[in-house]
């Protein structure tokens, strides 16, 4: 049979007034016949329901698509806040360490009040120009905070070494362990007399013991005072080694890692010219800084 155009026009026209009856027919049905409304929605639901689930599924699909998409971009971003929160631990528990190192360094050089000192103020190393022919360092204090050549360096663990040369700002420390440094030294227990001697190793040598000398290793050796550079009882390092005439000392103050020094002055001129060793005077400039 074939279809017209005003038979087309004709149910266009038709379609929508029957749907209008068909839906109040409903209504009145519903409202007349309760259950037998319920058991025509429910028939209608459970053919469409099929329907529904297979166009659901996609739907869902996508949706969890979508969500693990969202979720893998915000554990994205947040473990890149944790790498850099926890960058920033770090660097803190760095900062937190080298605080406590410094503290206690600080602690070190508040206790260390070397008898008979006419003057003495803490310094920090800014330089070191250890190398294969010179162990120095620089420190951040001069002539006008009261340092003079000659004046002792120490840590709260011993003897350093020695002011070799000032500048207004600055001065230079010459280490136990320099090829130039030759200190006046006994041993502790028996009070021989010796020389430690620098040769640019990490453990300077102890020569020029009296014949027999019996060294043992651990000793502990102490400045000896003689030639007017030290006074006697200062701190030095223990004996590491024993060969032969070969005799090393490892110093008590870690040489290697320097940071905060005292500068003392015992008031001696010694073997260096009196030109060269004026008689101490106040710091300026430092106030707190110097202790007398």
């Given at each position: 049979?074939r279809?017209?155009?005003?038979?087309?026009?004709?149910?266009?026209?038709?379609?929508?007034?029957?749907?209008?009856?068909?839906?109040?027919?409903?209504i009145?049905?519903?409202?007349?016949d309760t259950?037998?409304?319920?058991?025509l929605?429910?028939?209608?639901?459970?053919?469409?329901?099929?329907?529904?689930?297979?166009m659901?599924?996609?739907?869902?699909?996508?949706?969890?698509?979508?969500?693990?998409?969202?979720d893998?971009?915000?554990?994205?971003?947040?473990?890149?806040?944790?790498?850099?929160?926890?960058?920033?631990?770090?660097?803190?528990?760095e900062?937190?360490r080298?605080?406590?190192?410094?503290?206690?360094?600080?602690?070190?050089?508040?206790?260390?009040v070397?008898?008979?000192?006419?003057?003495?103020?803490?310094?920090?190393v800014?330089?070191?120009?250890?190398?294969a022919?010179?162990?120095?360092?620089?420190?951040?204090?001069?002539?006008?905070d009261g340092?003079?050549r000659?004046?002792?360096?120490?840590?709260?663990?011993?003897?350093?070494?020695?002011?070799?040369?000032?500048?207004e700002?600055?001065?230079?420390v010459?280490?136990?362990?320099?090829?130039?440094?030759?200190?006046?030294?006994?041993?502790?227990e028996?009070?021989?007399?010796?020389?430690?001697?620098?040769?640019?190793?990490?453990?300077?040598?102890?020569?020029?013991?009296?014949?027999?000398?019996?060294?043992?290793?651990g000793?502990?050796?102490?400045?000896?005072?003689?030639?007017?550079?030290?006074?006697p009882?200062?701190?030095?390092?223990?004996v590491?080694?024993?060969?032969?005439?070969?005799?090393?000392?490892?110093?008590?103050a870690?040489?290697?890692?320097l940071e905060?020094?005292?500068?003392?002055?015992?008031?001696?001129s010694?073997?260096?010219?009196?030109?060269?060793?004026?008689?101490?005077?106040?710091?300026?400039?430092?106030?707190?800084?110097?202790?007398?």
């Amino acid at each position: 049979m074939r279809i017209t155009a005003p038979m087309k026009a004709a149910a266009q026209r038709l379609t929508l007034p029957f749907f209008i009856f068909l839906s109040a027919l409903l209504i009145v049905f519903g409202k007349t016949d309760t259950f037998l409304y319920d058991g025509l929605r429910a028939a209608v639901t459970d053919r469409v329901a099929p329907v529904l689930q297979v166009m659901s599924q996609p739907i869902a699909a996508v949706t969890g698509a979508f969500q693990a998409v969202s979720d893998i971009v915000a554990a994205h971003r947040e473990n890149a806040e944790l790498r850099e929160e926890n960058a920033r631990l770090l660097q803190w528990q760095e900062v937190a360490r080298r605080l406590a190192a410094e503290n206690a360094e600080l602690r070190d050089l508040v206790k260390l009040v070397p008898e008979n000192a006419v003057h003495s103020i803490a310094a920090r190393v800014i330089a070191d120009s250890g190398g294969a022919f010179a162990r120095n360092v620089l420190i951040d204090v001069g002539e006008k905070d009261g340092v003079q050549r000659g004046q002792a360096a120490m840590t709260g663990e011993g003897l350093v070494g020695r002011v070799a040369e000032v500048g207004e700002r600055t001065a230079r420390v010459l280490l136990l362990t320099d090829l130039n440094s030759h200190i006046p030294v006994e041993l502790d227990e028996t009070h021989e007399r010796a020389i430690l001697d620098g040769d640019n190793s990490e453990e300077p040598r102890l020569i020029y013991l009296p014949p027999k000398t019996e060294v043992k290793v651990g000793a502990r050796i102490v400045t000896g005072g003689s030639g007017g550079v030290f006074p006697p009882g200062l701190p030095v390092g223990v004996v590491s080694s024993v060969s032969g005439n070969m005799i090393r000392v490892e110093p008590y103050a870690e040489l290697a890692r320097l940071e905060l020094l005292r500068i003392v002055d015992f008031g001696l001129s010694g073997v260096l010219p009196q030109s060269v060793v004026p008689a101490p005077r106040a710091a300026k400039g430092r106030s707190g800084a110097a202790a007398r």
